[in-house]
């Protein structure tokens, strides 16, 4: 029903930024909780941040606190996630999520709907 398409994804220094975004296709975008993943090379698969669909709710991973910022615009059926001051340790494939629900979204269970990824690789 929902197809999504993640991009922004690069090679960028450390210290530097990235906008990634993501498109969404197929549904009523307003009505789906978006989530944003990593998952780097031996590990598995990480919540970085959530939004709820009308905005009123975000959380962030420990790790990117401070440092991300995941936004939605609905009128435009895109979610967002600006990633700045970025680590050799943010390198991982991100990956956004759509949830026909409102909460148990700090599991990937709660996410029905998954892009194919896109690259983020933070140079030493």
């Known amino acids: 029903q929902v197809q999504l398409v993640e991009s922004g994804g690069g090679l960028v220094q450390t210290g530097g930024s990235l906008r990634l975004s993501c498109a969404a296709s197929?549904?009523?975008?307003?009505?789906?909780?978006m989530g944003w993943f990593r998952q780097a090379p031996g590990k598995e698969r990480a919540l970085v941040a959530f939004v709820t669909m009308a905005s009123l709710g975000t959380y962030y991973a420990d790790s990117v606190k401070g440092r991300f910022t995941i936004s939605r615009d609905n009128a435009k059926n895109t979610a967002y996630l600006q990633l700045n001051s970025l680590k050799p340790e943010d390198t991982a494939v991100y990956y956004c999520?759509?949830?026909?629900?409102?909460?148990?979204?700090?599991?990937?269970?709660?996410?029905?709907?998954w892009g194919p990824g896109t690259q983020v690789t933070v140079s030493s």
């Open positions: 197929g549904g009523t975008f307003s009505r789906y909780a």
């Open positions: 999520a759509a949830s026909p629900r409102n909460y148990g979204l700090g599991s990937d269970v709660a996410y029905d709907y």
